[in-house]
Nanobody
């Protein structure tokens, strides 16, 4: 079992920055990959970013590439999403997720543990 708790969401103006955190517990943190997904009102949940267990490999959705950075601190059992140059279309509930089986990084069905989500709102 893995428990995940996100924090760091909020309201920010377009062009601003936020850093999301995801604290994990219940299993050795450096034994599984992690990811961020988001869901905007009326839309399906979509992949944002993925990081391997070591932090050595990362993937990003095209829509956030160059603006968002995913990272992890294994001794602190915490993953981060640094979001810069935010746009109104980034407004969504952001979820962190754990992939303990090594599935496809972009497929939400391959993540088996999820946090409760944190709201990010970007005003224009």
């Amino acid at each position: 079992q893995v428990q995940l708790v996100e924090s760091g969401g909020g309201l920010v103006q377009a062009g601003g920055s936020l850093r999301l955190s995801c604290a994990a517990s219940g299993r050795t943190f450096n034994s599984f990959a992690m990811g961020w997904f988001r869901q905007a009102p009326g839309k399906d949940r979509e992949f944002v970013a993925h990081i391997s267990w070591s932090g050595g490999t990362t993937y990003y959705a095209d829509s956030v590439k160059g603006r968002f950075t995913i990272s992890r601190d294994n001794p602190k059992s915490t993953m981060y999403l640094q979001m810069n140059s935010l746009k109104p279309e980034d407004t969504a509930v952001y979820y962190c997720a754990a992939d303990t089986y090594g599935g496809a990084y972009y497929n939400e069905l391959d993540y088996d543990y999820w946090g409760q989500g944190t709201q990010v709102t970007v005003s224009s």
